[in-house]
């Protein structure tokens, strides 16, 4: 079966940097367009990133836009999430998702329910 795995979490400074990764098996990764999702306590869960199966394309919120940065290698199934600039509100589970349908736009990407699969997460808490 397909699984994601995320790793890279944990506490960072107001300011500083995190970089996440997730690494995929039981698909063709170069099939899959990737995502990243937050979802902090009492919140519904928040598109971040998303980038196309080539690395071709890649989307950002206007909520990380300029501070992270999605990118990924098919040789090792993996996708990562550079974060710079952290901020207290970036304090949330970090999920990544695979999309195996061949279609791939902002508006689509955004939507957690294109997604096929799912990680299990990992925590980012930012402290100030």
């Known amino acids: 079966q397909v699984q994601l795995v995320e790793s890279g979490g944990g506490l960072a400074q107001a300011g500083g940097s995190l970089t996440l990764s997730c690494i995929v098996s039981?698909?063709?990764?170069?099939?899959?367009?990737m995502g990243w999702f937050r979802q902090a306590p009492g919140k519904e869960r928040e598109w971040i990133a998303a980038?196309?199966?080539?690395?071709?394309?890649?989307y950002y919120s206007d909520a990380v836009k300029g501070r992270f940065t999605m990118s990924r290698n098919n040789l090792n199934n993996t996708v990562w999430l550079q974060m710079n600039s952290l901020k207290p509100e970036d304090t949330a589970v970090y999920y990544c998702?695979?999309?195996?349908?061949?279609?791939?736009?902002?508006?689509?990407?955004?939507?957690?329910?294109?997604?096929?699969?799912w990680g299990q997460g990992t925590q980012v808490t930012v402290s100030s």
């Open positions: 980038i196309s199966r080539m690395a071709v394309t890649t």
């Open positions: 039981g698909h063709t990764f170069s099939d899959l367009a």
């Open positions: 998702a695979a999309d195996a349908d061949l279609y791939f736009s902002s508006y689509k990407q955004s939507n957690p329910r294109t997604y096929d699969y």
